[in-house]
């Protein structure tokens, strides 16, 4: 890959406190992409303006910003894919960086393991206490089996990944109307045809703690595209158990957020799980609970989770 044949793609709204440090990531990569595309869906922060100063400061014309009203971050990206111009799309979300060498990697992920459908890296977990590892492959190049590999640990994210031009293509792009756990959706459909390759080295950073995050303002989604419609009960076990991670992680946030019946639906739909009985019985109790309490006791769950897996426990 050279320098000239990756686009780098950032759906935008609402992060004026981030956005800069974000695009000065890119532009401090030691290997230079052939544009970045920023889709501001419908902002209404000074967000679009920062975009045009960093670019105005950059000078050369390598920050293209496009503006659209308000469709939704698989719109936003969608988008910006259909503006690029280059041979592989690198996503990024425009609250996460990264390191300087992170395209370089993927660079070097495609010249030695081409033919892919997905490259990524491992990336950190910024907290707004420090950065934190979480559970990543530890072997470099095409990972044996990405739906078995993906349990418990985290293989491909958004904002740490590049996929070829034509695989985007072929598989149809994001979700559209899907607003949590659009990424999971496309790696799926990505997956089922082609390798997916790996790096050990954290060269993302992504931020758990950025302003305007989707889970904390999430509304209805209105999308004919779901876990439950791309599920193939005849896959292969891997195949499957992915799909009840994706769609009960999912579930639990929708119930936490009133989405009884959409939870319920994914209970039934991803009960013959082995791997996430966990989940599972997180979104049955969640969902049997009064709605206001859903949200409190969910995000207590989650902080506590989180505070027990820095710690390595």
Not at 75 to 89: C, F, H, K, P
Not at 201 to 220: D, F, G, M
Not at 249 to 262: F, M
Request: glycine fraction near 6%; include cysteine; charge should be positive.
């Amino acid at each position: 890959m050279s320098d000239s044949s990756v686009s780098v793609i950032i759906p935008l709204y609402n992060k004026e406190r981030e956005i800069a440090g974000t695009l000065r990531s890119v532009l401090a990569q030691t290997l230079r992409p052939k544009e970045i595309i920023v889709v501001d869906d419908g902002s209404t922060d000074r967000s679009a303006s920062i975009v045009d100063a960093v670019a105005a400061e950059e000078g050369r014309g390598l920050i293209r910003l496009v503006r659209q009203p308000n469709a939704g971050v698989c719109a936003a990206r969608n988008r910006a894919v259909a503006e690029a111009r280059g041979e592989y799309i690198a996503f990024l979300d425009a609250d996460d960086c990264w390191e300087p060498g992170y395209l370089a990697e993927i660079a070097a992920l495609i010249a030695e393991f081409p033919g892919c459908g997905i490259y990524s890296t491992a990336f950190w977990v910024l907290d707004g206490r420090g950065r934190f590892p979480v559970p990543c492959p530890d072997r470099r190049g095409v990972v044996d089996n990405f739906f078995r590999d993906s349990a418990h640990r985290y293989i491909s994210i958004p904002s740490a990944s590049v996929v070829p031009r034509r695989v985007f293509d072929d598989v149809g792009g994001f979700p559209p109307g899907m607003k949590i756990g659009e990424d999971l959706y496309m790696w799926i459909k990505i997956a089922r045809r082609w390798p997916v390759c790996f790096s050990p080295a954290r060269l993302c950073r992504y931020s758990k703690v950025a302003s305007n995050r989707s889970s904390a303002i999430y509304t209805p989604e209105r999308t004919d595209f779901s876990f439950e419609s791309l599920y193939d009960p005849a896959a292969p076990v891997e195949e499957r158990e992915f799909f009840a991670r994706a769609a009960l992680g999912k579930a639990l946030i929708l119930s936490a957020k009133g989405g009884t019946a959409e939870a319920a639906r994914a209970i039934r739909t991803f009960a013959f799980t082995r791997t996430y009985r966990r989940t599972l019985r997180k979104v049955r109790v969640l969902n049997a609970l009064p709605v206001g309490w859903r949200a409190p006791l969910l995000d207590l769950y989650n902080r506590l989770a989180w505070a027990i897996a820095k710690k390595g426990l």
